[in-house]
């Protein structure tokens, strides 16, 4: 085996800004960065599909959590599957907290009236973690990225923005017509224009199908994407679907990152949002990282801008810090002057100790006006 090196003859990391004018493997050397491209299909699901069912119960355990002990730290995650749900995690709280009595108020309050049989496994945090955490560092490495672009008042793309205001209306179309929970939607743009819109919904059984195509057609589509003449429509293209959520299929937080963010078409760090404390810079620093992309398009510095950020785990300073707008040009030095990107810094700012995040749990994570970080 080789010597171990002296301490004093590593280089220990420090902070990376990317300078103004130089490229660089996160942005790569190019004319222009299509961050939208000319055709692109995003999804969104409704509150009561199982995955963000997951999500918000999480989510709503971590509020529980912040509403007693804002100094908590949470990262739990749910497991739903046919009659049984899984409460998993490391909590470490002053707050008493009933989780199984919130996932089952959760459960309810989406629609569901089948009863659950939960288990909770949940422990405090690894004090190997927590020890990073305690003087101010990142809960974890990774890497997370955050955008805007002047498209729409909600600084996303379009179609994503579609994609949500027919997913919640059809999860709120229950409260009229015989339809479930569970739901999907689905859009498709074409050089700016909605080609594509495929919808489909749980229903029940005295809703025929061909009545439940003219209601989402009529109560969801239209009102929403507006004349169809030119729009190719797919109504719960598979046929009848009666049997939704758990009873039909699993679910389990964090499996719908791209629904919770930009869709797909854009980078994603891979963590997941629900569940998580912002502690865990996978949530914090992706918010910050859309914060700060969102300040600069409405500045008009850019017309869509991507924002990125790293960390090691334990470290307060993060690893790189690096922006670009639609044309390839750095943002870097304007933002790094400007914006602080350690933990506790983005906690302070985006006001994050608050129990604010079963909210976020559907229809995107971003875009809402009632959310500091947009």
């Known amino acids: 085996m080789g010597k171990v090196p002296p301490a004093s003859s590593i280089r220990w990391g420090k902070i990376v800004y990317l300078p103004v004018g130089r490229h660089h493997a ?9 961050f939208i491209p000319r055709m692109y299909t995003v999804e969104s699901v409704t509150a009561g599909h199982p995955d963000k069912v997951c999500d918000q119960m999480s989510d709503a355990i971590l509020d529980a959590c912040l509403a007693q002990d804002p100094m908590s730290r949470v990262a739990v995650e749910c497991f739903g599957a046919h009659g049984h749900l899984v409460i998993g995690g490391e909590v470490t709280t002053n707050a008493h907290v009933d989780y199984a009595a ?5 459960y309810r309050d989406i629609g569901y009236t089948d ?12 004090r190997e973690i927590s020890q990073g955490v305690d003087t101010g560092g990142a809960g974890d490495q990774g890497i997370m990225y955050g955008f805007a672009c002047d498209e729409t008042p909600e600084f996303m793309p379009r179609g994503v923005v579609l994609a949500h205001r027919l997913a919640k209306t059809l999860h709120e179309l229950r409260h009229a017509l015989p339809v479930g929970p569970d739901g999907k939607t689905q859009v498709t743009m074409q050089d700016g224009r909605v080609s594509d819109v495929v919808v489909s919904s749980q229903h029940q059984s005295r809703l025929p199908l061909d009545r439940l195509r ?14 169809v003449d030119d729009v190719r429509v797919h109504i719960n293209p598979a046929g009848e679907w009666q049997l939704g959520g758990f009873a039909a299929d699993t679910g389990l937080t964090g499996r719908k990152i791209m629904v919770d963010t930009y869709g797909g078409f854009l980078p994603h760090g891979g963590g997941a949002f629900s569940g998580k404390d912002a502690t865990k810079v996978d949530r914090s620093a992706a918010y910050m990282c859309r914060h700060v992309a969102q300040m600069l398009v409405a500045e008009g510095k850019a017309k869509q801008c991507l924002v990125s950020v790293a960390y090691a785990i334990g470290q307060a300073e993060p690893v790189m ?15 790094t002057a400007r914006f602080d990107f350690r933990p506790l810094a983005i906690i302070e700012r985006l006001g994050l100790r608050q129990p604010i995040f079963q909210a976020t749990a559907t229809y995107g994570h971003f875009g809402k006006t009632a959310v500091p970080w947009m």
């Open 321 to 335: 810090v690096a922006a670009v707008d639609e044309n390839g040009h750095e943002l870097t030095n304007d933002i």
């Open 102 to 106: 919130i996932a089952r108020q959760v």
């Open 26 to 34: 996160a942005f790569p050397e190019r004319k222009a960065i299509m």
């Open 214 to 227: 003219y209601e989402v057609l009529e109560r969801v589509i239209r009102p929403i994407i507006g004349n």
């Open 115 to 126: 009863e659950l049989d939960i288990v909770v496994h949940v422990t405090e945090q690894s």
